[in-house]
């Protein structure tokens, strides 16, 4: 959601050989969702959710998390968000996972 973040998807959409789009894939989604899908891991590992499709999991995270916000910001709806929204936004999200993963005591 920052100025870059933005503009790099603004060119990456606009490109019509959808090479930039791969490329921006490649360090983002495809860096992030892996590391995402470590973390969910450990959770289950450690008791926290109960997890059988780490990807589809890790897919409904990111859902929670970036929703549509990244393309609001592309079309110009929405700026860069505050630090704090940015964190209310993460703690929803968690609550939400937890709620649809999380184990029952």
């Not at 969702?33 to 008791?47: E, F, M, Y």
């Not at 409904?60 to 505050?82: C, F, K, M, T, Y």
Request: hydrophobic share 45%; charged share 25%.
């Amino acid at each position: 959601m920052s100025p870059r973040a933005v503009a790099l998807n603004r060119a990456a959409a606009a490109d019509p050989t959808g090479e930039r789009g791969i490329a921006l894939s490649g360090k983002g989604g495809d860096t992030i969702a892996p590391l995402i899908a470590n973390v969910l891991k450990n959770a289950r590992d450690q008791g926290h959710i109960a997890l059988e499709d780490v990807g589809e999991v890790t897919a409904v995270n990111l859902g929670l998390l970036i929703g549509d916000l990244q393309i609001r910001g592309i079309i110009g709806r929405i700026s860069e968000p505050a630090p704090d929204w940015i964190e209310d936004r993460s703690s929803t999200a968690v609550s939400h996972l937890l709620a649809l993963f999380g184990k029952r005591k």
